[in-house]
Protein backbone atom coordinates (compact mmCIF):
# COMPACT_ATOMS: atom_id res chain seq x y z
CA UNK A 1 0.00 0.00 0.00
CA UNK A 2 1.11 3.30 -0.68
CA UNK A 3 -0.27 6.36 -0.28
CA UNK A 4 1.66 9.86 -1.42
CA UNK A 5 0.50 13.25 -1.08
CA UNK A 6 0.96 16.20 -2.99
CA UNK A 7 0.30 20.11 -3.26
CA UNK A 8 1.61 22.22 -0.13
CA UNK A 9 3.35 25.22 -0.22
CA UNK A 10 3.53 28.87 0.99
CA UNK A 11 0.13 30.55 0.50
CA UNK A 12 -0.72 34.37 1.53
CA UNK A 13 -3.96 34.44 3.76
CA UNK A 14 -7.42 34.45 1.98
CA UNK A 15 -5.82 31.93 -0.89
CA UNK A 16 -6.12 28.79 -2.05
CA UNK A 17 -4.38 25.32 -2.50
CA UNK A 18 -5.02 22.11 -3.59
CA UNK A 19 -3.43 18.93 -2.13
CA UNK A 20 -3.46 15.40 -3.84
CA UNK A 21 -3.97 12.22 -1.89
CA UNK A 22 -2.24 9.46 -4.96
CA UNK A 23 -2.41 5.29 -4.09
CA UNK A 24 -2.08 2.48 -4.75
CA UNK A 25 -2.29 -1.15 -3.55
CA UNK A 26 -5.27 -1.64 -2.77
CA UNK A 27 -9.04 -1.35 -3.74
CA UNK A 28 -9.28 2.52 -3.70
CA UNK A 29 -13.00 2.82 -4.55
CA UNK A 30 -13.91 0.87 -1.58
CA UNK A 31 -12.16 2.98 1.04
CA UNK A 32 -12.84 5.94 3.20
CA UNK A 33 -10.57 8.49 2.62
CA UNK A 34 -9.63 11.41 5.27
CA UNK A 35 -7.25 14.02 5.34
CA UNK A 36 -5.60 14.89 8.71
CA UNK A 37 -3.36 17.91 10.24
CA UNK A 38 -1.05 18.69 12.51
CA UNK A 39 0.41 22.03 13.57
CA UNK A 40 3.58 22.23 15.93
CA UNK A 41 2.65 21.25 19.87
CA UNK A 42 -0.77 19.75 18.75
CA UNK A 43 -2.59 17.13 18.18
CA UNK A 44 -3.31 15.46 14.61
CA UNK A 45 -6.93 16.39 14.10
CA UNK A 46 -9.41 14.92 11.24
CA UNK A 47 -9.87 17.77 8.59
CA UNK A 48 -12.22 15.88 5.98
CA UNK A 49 -13.22 12.09 4.80
CA UNK A 50 -14.91 10.71 2.30
CA UNK A 51 -16.87 7.60 1.61
CA UNK A 52 -15.29 5.14 -0.86
CA UNK A 53 -18.37 6.06 -3.37
CA UNK A 54 -18.27 9.48 -2.36
CA UNK A 55 -21.57 10.09 -1.24
CA UNK A 56 -20.85 10.93 1.92
CA UNK A 57 -18.42 13.52 3.23
CA UNK A 58 -17.58 14.95 6.24
CA UNK A 59 -15.53 18.16 7.72
CA UNK A 60 -14.14 19.56 10.82
CA UNK A 61 -15.85 23.00 11.76
CA UNK A 62 -13.44 24.85 11.66
CA UNK A 63 -12.56 23.82 7.93
CA UNK A 64 -16.74 23.78 6.56
CA UNK A 65 -17.09 25.83 3.57
CA UNK A 66 -13.86 26.21 3.06
CA UNK A 67 -12.64 22.62 2.33
CA UNK A 68 -13.99 20.83 -0.06
CA UNK A 69 -12.71 16.79 -0.44
CA UNK A 70 -12.83 14.88 -3.26
CA UNK A 71 -11.67 11.69 -5.27
CA UNK A 72 -11.18 10.25 -8.31
CA UNK A 73 -11.74 6.73 -8.19
CA UNK A 74 -10.39 5.92 -11.98
CA UNK A 75 -7.39 8.13 -10.83
CA UNK A 76 -7.13 6.55 -6.78
CA UNK A 77 -6.72 9.73 -5.35
CA UNK A 78 -7.81 11.94 -3.11
CA UNK A 79 -8.33 15.85 -3.26
CA UNK A 80 -8.77 18.95 -0.78
CA UNK A 81 -9.58 22.05 -2.33
CA UNK A 82 -8.40 24.80 0.42
CA UNK A 83 -9.94 28.20 0.20
CA UNK A 84 -9.90 31.44 2.52
CA UNK A 85 -6.74 29.63 4.30
CA UNK A 86 -5.78 30.99 7.36
CA UNK A 87 -2.59 31.18 9.41
CA UNK A 88 -4.19 28.68 11.71
CA UNK A 89 -5.04 26.27 9.14
CA UNK A 90 -0.53 25.83 8.88
CA UNK A 91 -0.09 22.13 9.22
CA UNK A 92 1.30 19.34 8.01
CA UNK A 93 -1.43 17.50 6.26
CA UNK A 94 -1.85 13.83 5.97
CA UNK A 95 -3.58 11.41 4.22
CA UNK A 96 -5.31 8.77 5.32
CA UNK A 97 -6.90 5.45 5.26
CA UNK A 98 -7.91 1.87 7.25
CA UNK A 99 -7.76 -1.32 5.75
CA UNK A 100 -8.26 -4.29 7.38
CA UNK A 101 -7.82 -2.77 11.14
CA UNK A 102 -4.03 -1.60 9.70
CA UNK A 103 -3.52 1.80 9.24
CA UNK A 104 -2.25 3.58 6.15
CA UNK A 105 -1.12 7.19 6.46
CA UNK A 106 1.00 9.13 4.14
CA UNK A 107 4.19 11.25 4.60
CA UNK A 108 2.42 14.55 4.83
CA UNK A 109 2.69 17.78 3.01
CA UNK A 110 3.36 21.20 4.30
CA UNK A 111 1.11 23.80 4.46
CA UNK A 112 1.94 27.17 5.19
CA UNK A 113 0.08 30.04 5.13
CA UNK A 114 1.06 33.83 6.03
CA UNK A 115 2.25 36.94 4.55
Known amino acids: VQVVESGGGLVQPGGSLRLSCAVS????????MSWYRQAPGKERELVAA????????NYADSVKRRFTITRDNAKTTVYLQMNSLRPEDTAMYYC?????????WGQGTQVTVSS
Open 25 to 32: GFTFSRST
Open 96 to 104: YTRLAFLDY
Open 50 to 57: ITGAGGRT
